[in-house]
């Protein structure tokens, strides 16, 4: 039995393969894993998640990104694109090879069932060791769900649930909310 061998890139390699990619992908330790696409919910909640962080930052020093900015998490070395980022003050941007942000303060990933087991777990862990981040929401795109976690001020990171239209998710950090029935406005699940 043979196995064909791994071929492993530089991150500068990455990064220029990136720039002229179709479809994006992630990078870590050599290796790229391509991206799925979104459904309909998944981007609605995520425009609709956006619109409302950006309405209640406007006259904040703070900058909503959509999933086009890629992030590098420093301690691990991943480039990810989060669903959305939130940078409060000045933004920390690499841009060898395309802007590469590296200080959010909120990240965001809505749910699928291909990445619901890795944006808790394995991605969450990457989160967790960037030091300027203090929430980390994931919704779901099925059902009324909402989790955020949010690093209190002795590093420990804390679980909020909300589920069902009725509640609201608090970023502290930012002075801001996320209500349940703003994010999945206008979202309708399959039957």
Known sequence: ????????????EYLHRESKAEFRS???RGETFAM??????????VLNTGASLREQLKKKPCRVYPS????????????????????????????????????????????????????????????????SLQHYVVIAQDRHSMDCFSRDPDGRWNLTSCQGLDGQIELDSIDSKLSAAEVYDKVVFPA
Not at 1 to 12: L, N, Q, R
Not at 71 to 76: K, M, Q, S, V
Not at 85 to 94: A, F, L, M
């Open 1 to 12: 039995m043979s196995t064909v061998p791994k071929h492993y890139i530089t991150a500068d």
């Open 26 to 28: 992630e990078y870590f």
């Open 36 to 45: 799925a696409g979104a459904s309909a919910n998944h981007n609605l909640i």
């Open 68 to 131: 086009d900015l890629k992030l590098r998490i420093d301690a691990t070395g991943l480039y990810t694109y989060p669903d959305l980022s939130v940078v409060c003050g000045d933004p920390q941007i690499e841009t060898n090879g395309g802007d590469v942000l590296l200080n959010p303060v909120v990240l965001v990933e809505v749910l699928s069932d291909s990445t619901e087991a890795y944006d808790r777990g394995k991605k969450f862990e990457h989160y967790r060791t960037i030091p």
